[in-house]
């Protein structure tokens, strides 16, 4: 089934970096992504990686899944104020629906 | 190019009463979706549509109608709104790309009192 799980609240310095991890229990799920919401504003994609995949680096973020735990990571580089928000991670069973996370929380403090 | 619009962006209803939530999206998407979030819950999916004509149920349907008359508006309705539906609503449409993005629009809080 589609159980998507999240931990809820991360805090960190300005310049340091930031991870955020996520578990999911769907196998069959083709590609993982992450969502970024910020106060006030609906989701938006910030990257996904395709279930083949171990790592993908796109700037400052880097994805991580170990697809043997069914875990999936977020690690942000010298976070900045403007990384604030809600991040998802979701899932991609093939059957036209994400299941999404409950979220987490990244406040950063200059 | 707009993206997705939902539309109104707040309201307040009393129990009892109905609305209608407007979703349109001009990126001519086949996939819709209506998603609610609350606290702690994150996302949940309420109904979508795979297409103009078609709708499905989604974890929390009960409570809610839909309907997908045009392919770029997807419409989700309260019949007799109850205080358990104050949330904030999102939209998102997709195209029918296996790794296509879903795109949000800003959503709409909703508070029943």
């Known amino acids: 089934g589609e159980d998507v799980e999240q931990s809820l609240f991360l805090s960190v310095r300005e310049g340091d970096s930031s991870v955020i991890n996520c578990t999911y229990t769907d196998s069959s799920s083709t590609y993982l992504y992450w969502y970024k919401q910020e106060p006030g504003a609906g989701l938006q994609l910030l990257t996904y990686?395709?279930?083949?995949?171990d790592m993908k680096q796109d700037q400052r973020l880097t994805v991580l899944l170990n697809k043997k735990d069914k875990h999936l990571s977020l690690r942000i580089a010298d976070t900045q104020t403007g990384d604030s928000a809600i991040y998802f991670c979701a899932e991609h069973p093939g059957n036209n629906r994400l299941a999404f996370g409950k979220g987490n929380q990244v406040v950063v403090i200059p | 190019n707009a993206g997705v619009t939902q539309t109104p962006k707040f309201r307040v209803l009393k129990t009892g009463q109905s609305m209608t939530l407007l979703c349109a999206q001009d990126m001519n998407h086949e996939y819709m979706y209506w998603y609610r979030q609350d606290p702690g819950m994150g996302l949940r999916l309420i109904h979508y549509s795979v297409g103009e004509g078609t709708t499905a149920k989604g974890e929390v349907p009960d409570g809610y109608n839909v309907s997908r008359l045009k392919k770029q508006n997807f419409l989700l309705g309260l019949e007799s709104a109850a205080p358990s539906q104050t949330s904030v609503y999102f939209c998102a449409s997709k195209n029918g790309s296996p790794n296509s993005p879903l795109h949000f629009g800003n959503g709409t809080r909703l508070t029943v009192t």
């Open positions: 990686i395709f279930s083949n995949m």
